[in-house]
């Protein structure tokens, strides 16, 4: 299914420029869980200074890792990619030169997607409040995306 195009000509975007992809998987750190990070989602996370266990149980949760997903949902919005990047961001990412489209791309995505749940943990702080607000600042559907994302992360052995 191909997305509308919108918004102005692609402009130079610090963080759609930093896209490099390198190896298709990297080892997790020392101490992690043993969880392939790909190296778009550890350079997106180091990029935006959140944890990239945090921003793979994201991306795992909303997509199971399926770049090419796009779901419609009930109130006519749609989230396109691995991380589930809802349309009501499409007119502040056009501000960036980013096109629906682009977030098909996988390392587009999980950069965007490092880039939203930054924004959540500057005005949230390092808190699972943050984590819920990638999805939703409506304190019901905030807590529960937090409580889905902590049982990603625990049956990954990443939390107790």
Same mark, same amino acid.
């Not at 997106?44 to 090419?68: K, W």
């Not at 949230?124 to 600042?137: D, E, L, M």
């Given at each position: 299914?191909?997305? +509308? ?10 963080f759609?420029? &930093?896209? /490099? $992809?390198? $190896?298709p998987?990297?080892?997790?750190q020392?101490?992690?869980? +043993?969880? $392939?990070?790909?190296?778009?989602? $550890? !350079?997106?996370a180091?990029?935006? !200074?959140?944890n990239?266990?945090?921003l ?15 779901? +419609? ?6 989230? *396109? !990619? ?8 499409? &007119?502040?990412?056009a501000?960036?030169?980013? =096109? ?7 390392c *587009?995505?999980?950069? *965007?997607a490092?880039?939203?749940? %930054? =924004?959540?943990? =500057? ?6 409040? %943050? ?5 939703? +600042?409506?304190?019901?559907?905030r807590?529960?995306?937090? =409580?889905?994302?902590?049982?990603? /992360?625990?049956?990954?052995?990443? *939390?107790?």
């Amino acid at each position: 299914m191909r997305l +509308k195009m919108i918004g102005k000509p692609l402009r130079r975007v610090s963080f759609v420029f &930093a896209l /490099l $992809a390198a $190896a298709p998987y990297a080892h997790a750190q020392a101490g992690y869980p +043993k969880v $392939a990070i790909s190296s778009c989602v $550890a !350079g997106a996370a180091s990029f935006h !200074g959140v944890n990239p266990l945090i921003l793979n149980a994201i991306i795992f949760h909303e997509s199971r890792n399926n770049a090419q997903l796009i779901l +419609k949902n009930r109130n006519g919005s749609v989230d *396109v !990619g691995l991380g589930g990047l809802n349309s009501i961001h499409f &007119a502040e990412l056009a501000r960036y030169g980013i =096109k629906p489209d682009h977030l098909l791309d996988g390392c *587009v995505n999980t950069y *965007v997607a490092a880039w939203l749940l %930054a =924004k959540q943990v =500057k005005a949230n702080g390092n808190t699972w409040i %943050a984590v819920g607000s990638y999805h939703s +600042k409506t304190p019901e559907h905030r807590d529960r995306y937090a =409580k889905q994302i902590y049982s990603v /992360l625990r049956s990954w052995g990443a *939390v107790q």
